[in-house]
DNA sequence: ATTAATATTTAGTCTAAGCTAAAAAATAAA
DNA sequence: TTTATTTTTTAGCTTAGACTAAATATTAAT
């Protein structure tokens, strides 16, 4: 069995996975997790005597295929409950986080499978972000950034980079919601801002804005 | 903020002092939580220190009003969990115990008024226990075992006192489930078991049984 | 009222998971 | 290719919570 801490370390190890190329650095597991990179050196080995990751000294870690499935499970388990707060429980989308990041180590697997039938077996989270199957498969974002698109081209946001509590909010504030159709009005190179339209409004968003946003073309 | 392990032993506490009079003694909770008397001392200072209960050693302890108003709501917590699993998940009533263990454990204010809303709140958990409000109070059974009810007398099945999931699978096989009509048709005072009738069906019943069922008359 | 039995507490270990400070390896700069 | 800087690891401490064994109270029995 896995405990609490392990738990939370593999999936900072996914997620760093995600945009590193080759092994994990300590460094950088201790910034995600707010911890030493002392203390991560010590859970690296006690995950690899597991073979959960692979590791050899001085040479930063990746999670074994074990540790990938473990570490897809509760981020699977995550994004379900934080559907479930916002669909079931009226949470918003910049409310869920924390409570999630418990109940993503509730240990049950009936209750895991449940829920997702419960939720009709949502393919997202209520950021946009995919929920991965029991064996650890993610239908990834083939999605593109906002900032990424030209002069009068559209599309529909799917997804937020960010989703912190204050960046949610602010989409909040400015009508910006997954689902809705979005056009490129003009981009400004100077600063790289551009102007959107949204269901006939249109304003200006900043780089650090529409470099947070994904889009289906 | 309240460990794991210290919201465990209020609960515990909170449950033996329910069924105990003057203090609870150290090793009734040993017993009860699967540990030592050791660190049920150990633990109870330091519960002690936080002004959760009272304690004076060798003498036993009891729980604050403090203590109680916090081992109250992880009990609130725990049966409003259970209703969620049996009503929305579809788990059986003798299912639920092990994974309400874990998310009474859950701290969010909001989650659980919106569960309670979302439950449509309840007052009794699968089981036909008392679910306490937010204050603490439970509006406790004013009810009566089976064993005391006596031939021709009728009732309405609202509770079980043992919960094991041994114990409600018989009552499932049996047909015995809560709301349902109840008669007793005849008491053998040599073995105190019961004859019984629900929905036209009459079947015997042993005192072990009968002494584990709630009926209001 | 002693003695015997039982309950409780203390003292000292153990493990998980964190930390700091120092040592060692890897990388970058001169 | 040395030297300097950065990263990683090791060694040793700390805390929470549990344990065992020994010591001390309390309660029961003679």
């Known amino acids: 069995m896995m405990t609490l801490s392990e738990e939370n370390y593999l999936k900072a190890m996914y997620h760093l996975a995600a945009v590193t190329d080759g092994g994990i650095s300590t460094n950088a597991i201790a910034e995600r997790m707010n911890t030493k990179a002392s203390s991560v050196t010590d859970m690296i080995k006690k995950l690899s005597e597991k073979e959960l990751v692979h590791y050899k000294r001085y040479k930063g870690a990746a999670l074994t295929e074990k540790g990938k499935l473990v570490a897809a499970n509760i981020i699977r388990k995550h994004r379900l409950w934080e559907v479930f707060l916002v669909e079931k429980l009226n949470f918003t989308w ?24 419960f939720l009709g077996f949502p393919k997202r989270d209520p950021h946009g972000d995919p929920i991965p199957d029991k064996e650890g498969n993610v239908s990834d974002h083939a999605d593109v950034l906002l900032i990424t698109l030209n002069k009068d081209e559209k599309g529909i946001i799917v997804g937020v980079k960010d989703s912190s509590s204050s960046f949610l909010k602010y989409l909040d504030k400015q009508g910006i919601a997954l689902g809705k159709k979005i056009k490129v009005i ?27 946003i994904y889009i289906k073309k």
Chains 1, 2 share one sequence.
């Not at 003009?186 to 470099?211: G, L, V, W």
Request: hydrophobic letters at 35%; charged letters at 40%; a negative charge.
């Open 94 to 117: 910049d409310e869920v986080h924390d409570v999630a990041e418990q109940l993503e180590h509730i240990k049950s697997e009936k209750l895991i499978d449940q829920l997702d039938a």
């Open 186 to 212: 003009d981009k400004e190179p100077f600063d790289n801002s551009m102007k959107i339209r949204i269901k006939k409004e249109e304003f200006t968003i900043s780089q650090q804005i529409a470099n947070n």
